[in-house]
């Protein structure tokens, strides 16, 4: 059984991330994969998720809240989700 992922998309979210990040953990503990698809953010958004822990992909730039979901999909599937 694989474990569970969750992917989070963002743009210009280096502020409320390390919030969002800490409430997911709490709900989720270390039971889940969390993936940030950073989608061509200006500011420290990939930083800020990197700092924390948590897996990371960057969008050069902004492609969309669907391709982002689409590259998270296919990063969450290529390691093991189901």
């Known amino acids: 059984m694989s474990r569970g992922w969750i992917v989070l998309p963002a743009f210009n979210e280096e502020a409320l991330l390390p919030g969002v990040l800490a409430r997911i953990r709490g709900v989720m503990g270390e039971g889940a994969e969390i993936l940030v698809v950073d989608d061509g953010s ?3 958004t990939a930083q800020v998720a990197r700092s924390a ?4 992909i960057r969008h050069s730039i902004n ?3 669907g391709v982002t979901l689409q590259t998270g999909f296919k990063a969450a599937l290529r390691g093991g989700c189901d």
Do not use: K, Q, S
């Not at 822990?53 to 990371?56: A, I, K, L, M």
């Open 42 to 44: 200006r500011d420290a």
């Open 53 to 56: 822990g948590v897996r990371v």
């Open 63 to 65: 492609m969309g809240y």
